[in-house]
């Protein structure tokens, strides 16, 4: 059965995210999913405080489809297509065992961040809180994600998706460098 | 039945992002240290295929079904909005481990600590969009 749990390659991921991209054009959509996140704050009320979120949120609901579709694709997933076991570069798993995460190699994530018991480290929960409050945030400022940016815009030649994966890239290597250090 | 196509189209991506190894916090750590050609790849591809289908779709003016335009629309020019905000993600993405896609897919694989990366996914929308106009943009 190791052919269904096996990882797959980038050349078969990569370009089966170019043909989900192109599913959703053909359909007359747009591929993005940090969207989502504006319309679950219309939903629930955010346009009392601010117009940003005062929009026909009813017009958003197939991306609301597409998110229930990829919590099943997860689903399946983790219990019926893989061991959940991610293998990385062995230097940069040695280079993780310094800040204490010693999971690589055994877990999908790592337990000492997304373990039920790590729930009690105040630390821990600030990074889950914090690291997600910046994915929201920064994904509206930028007008999207790595779906909406690295993978449509690009493909779409758009020079402000091109700023704003560098933008991606220098925050991410900021965070990986100088404050992960700090943190772990 | 268009709903139908939104679930199966979302059902594949899941198990994409999940398959892929692009739902995992070691492959995006991993991809910050430049420990590997993985993700690289998986965001390569896509994008070769993703610029040769889209320049075919424009030369061609295909249209999506029902006749309508492609959504293509070019995004407004902006340095600061786009700098900034991607750099703001980015710190996020790197200290998550995780964007917004794969968030509702680890969601679904049943990590319960992941409700609170998209509780502050959804704080920081709201902030966002109370903050806005006092953004340079």
């Known amino acids: 059965m190791e052919w269904i749990t096996n990882p797959w390659p980038w050349y078969v991921s990569g370009p089966l995210i170019a043909l989900i991209m192109f599913a959703l054009l053909f359909v007359g959509k747009q591929f993005g999913m940090s969207s989502n996140l504006r319309t679950a704050c219309s939903i629930g009320g955010a346009g009392k405080a601010s117009d940003f979120f005062k929009f026909d949120w009813k017009k958003e609901r197939w991306n609301l489809v597409v998110v229930l579709g990829a919590i099943i694709g997860g689903f399946l997933s983790a219990n019926y297509l893989s061991n959940n076991t991610v293998e990385i570069n062995p230097d940069v798993a040695t280079k993780l065992e310094t800040y204490g995460i010693t999971s690589t190699g055994d877990a999908y994530l790592p337990t000492e961040i997304f373990g039920v018991e790590s729930l009690s480290d105040p630390k821990i929960l600030a990074v889950l809180l914090i690291g997600g409050f910046f994915v929201g945030f920064g994904s509206r400022y930028a007008g999207g994600c790595t779906s909406g940016h690295a993978i449509s815009g690009l493909s779409n030649l758009q020079l402000p998706s091109l700023i704003a994966v560098i933008g991606f890239f220098i925050g991410g290597l900021i965070m990986i460098n100088f404050i992960y250090p700090l943190i772990f | ?137």
Request: glycine share 16%; proline share 4%.
């Open chain 2, 1 to 137: 039945m268009k709903t139908l196509v939104y679930l199966v189209i979302g059902v594949i991506f899941g198990i994409i992002m999940y398959k892929s190894e692009a739902a995992s916090w070691f492959r995006i750590y991993e991809m910050f240290e430049f420990g590997s050609f993985h993700m690289y790849g998986i965001i390569g591809s896509a994008l070769a295929i993703g610029i040769v289908g889209t320049q075919i779709i424009k030369r061609n003016n295909i249209k999506a079904l029902g006749g309508q335009d492609m959504a293509l629309k070019p995004k407004a020019m902006s340095v600061p909005r786009y700098l900034i905000g991607g750099i703001l993600f980015g710190l996020g993405w790197a200290l998550a481990g995780a964007c917004p896609g794969p968030m509702y897919v680890l969601a679904g694989a049943g990590f319960g600590s992941i409700l609170l990366v998209i509780f502050g996914a959804l704080v920081g929308t709201f902030i966002y969009g109370v903050l806005k106009n006092k953004l340079p943009h």
